[in-house]
């Protein structure tokens, strides 16, 4: 069911989503997504940029956020500075996300802002699909750089808490 076929009330931050990108969203990550933000109590920024709710590209297939022949059910967030892997944490422990990316090369009105990626992709009790990306390169739970990666995003939220 297409999320533009909900009930408004049935939204949390409703007005933040455009009536044409809920036309290409899934209507149950939509409301998984509303139910994470609020119980997570961490306030999150949707991205602004084109195509973090959904996409029609050539080749977006792979993504979850293709709405070609399906709805989307992923999107990307920018959480309260400071709060980033708080974020990721919940995320990951919350049973209707299959999917969670970080980003530590993103921007958001023009400073930089750790962004994550959230969908609702099916997984098995065992494995979710966990990524990081810094400098553009992608690193997956298994891969070598992870935990550095991951601790390196730590630092960088030190640093910009502490300077608040
Ligand atoms: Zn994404």
Aim: hydrophobic share 35%.
């Amino acid at each position: 069911m297409k999320a533009s076929d909900l009930y408004p009330r049935e939204y949390f931050n409703f007005p933040e989503f455009k009536k044409e990108d809920l036309e290409h969203m899934d209507a149950d990550f939509i409301v998984n997504l509303q139910r994470f933000r609020s119980l997570s109590a961490i306030p999150m920024t949707p991205s602004p940029a084109p195509g973090a709710l959904w996409r029609t590209d050539t080749g977006c297939g792979q993504s979850q956020h293709c709405a070609v022949d399906r709805l989307s059910d992923a999107c990307d967030l920018f959480p309260a500075r400071g709060r980033e892997l708080e974020c990721f944490l919940k995320a990951l422990q919350f049973p209707q996300f299959g999917g969670v990316g970080l980003y530590a090369d993103t921007t958001l009105n023009g400073r930089r802002h750790i962004m994550i990626h959230l969908d609702s992709r099916p997984y098995s009790p065992l494995y979710k699909s966990v990524w990081l990306r810094a400098k553009g390169v992608y690193h997956g739970q298994m891969s070598k750089d992870f935990y550095k990666i991951l601790h390196d995003m730590h630092k960088s939220i030190d640093r910009v808490v502490s300077m608040i």
